[in-house]
């Protein structure tokens, strides 16, 4: 790394100890170092998870990508393809995935291309794909966030000073888009994990605590949703440290209410509702300007965790009070967000078979409007309130069609 110029490597022979170990992957700011040094493909390495090795090309898929992109840098007639009959073949099969890691595998075409590009168009993008992540359908959102946090990825390592900074806060934006989609919306964990690694990575790079805090907060989410707060909230912890840098108490109010629902999850209810009220006393007290990148939290959503803090504390009433606000204030913007609020609401109506079936039914409704993974996930968890009556012999039937319609699309 030295011989690269990166002089502040960051590395000991602890990082090297917990690689060998397999207790984490090497950022990738060493990836490719490593695969220099030993001369082996990141594969042969071990430097890649499953999920990554699952969406490698095959030796001959690769060879023909190869031989796409030989057309696309070279002469524009060979065997009868243009660039643009070759970029609409790419693009339209929806390997966007597969053609980025290409792009990066050349760093003097890298350096070449920053020479020119403006940090700021870089960051533009990631600001209109953040923008459309309430809009658009996940799976071609979250192709096109991963491209560009590939691009990025390259950018970075070429980059140098101010445009450096730029990049990294852009790129660590990116990475947690990706990492949000593949989670919340498409239920790959892993594929998050990394991505996650990835905008943490960055934001050292750029030196922002706020964003730092934030990726941190949602990778406590992954082991929250498996049932592993011992693992969550060491996560949440350190989150929480990086406030003390002058972060937006805003974002303190939003890591308060992640702790909430690790909480809540582990069926401490109390420990739920305490992260609540600091949560609240954050939000209200300061009167704080949220970081532009913080579109998904506000005092709406605040209403949201404290209805699933009131559900661990076994109080109905309270979470039907905080559910049903947070309903009502949803802008047209956070429709995802309805089905989880439906279904909860039909779990702080447990007791009543009609009204907690009609919840329900407008959750599976929203989501086949609003499609988001995390919603399905919540329906499910609450189905058990309906046991075997006919209303829940229904609702299986709608949530196997859901499920099956979702599997038959392309790329899914």
Known sequence: MSHAGET???????????WETGERWPDPRYRKHLVAIFDKPASQLGLLTPDELAMCPQAETLHEFR???DMLTGDENEAGWDRAAVLRALFGASMLPLVAPLLSLDPQAAHADTKTIDPDAYADIVRCQRALYWTSPARPL???????????????RAASGTSRTILA?????S??????????????????QRCYDVALAATREAGDHALAAAVLGHMAFIPAFSSDPSAARPLVDAALQHTWHGVSPAVRSWLHCVASEVEARAGAGAASRHQIDLA???IEANNPIPPEWLDFYDAGRLHSFAGYAALAADDHPEATR???????????TAAKQRSVILADLAAAHSGDGDHAADYLNQAMDALHNDWYGTGLDRVRAVR?????????RQLDERIAALAASRAALPGS
Do not use: C, K, M
């Open 142 to 156: 979250y192709e096109a966030a991963y491209a560009h946090t590939q691009l990025g990825t390259g950018l970075v």
């Open 175 to 192: 990475a947690l888009l990706t990492a949000r989609l593949a989670f919340f919306d498409l239920n790959q964990p892993a594929i998050a």
């Open 280 to 282: 609240a006393t954050a």
């Open 8 to 18: 502040d490597t960051g590395l000991n022979a602890n990082t090297v100890r917990r």
């Open 384 to 392: 058990p309130v309906l046991g075997d009556s006919r209303q829940g």
């Open 67 to 69: 031989r796409l992109w």
């Open 322 to 332: 905080q559910l049903t606000e947070a309903l009502a204030g949803l802008t047209a």
């Open 169 to 173: 806060a852009a790129l660590a934006e």
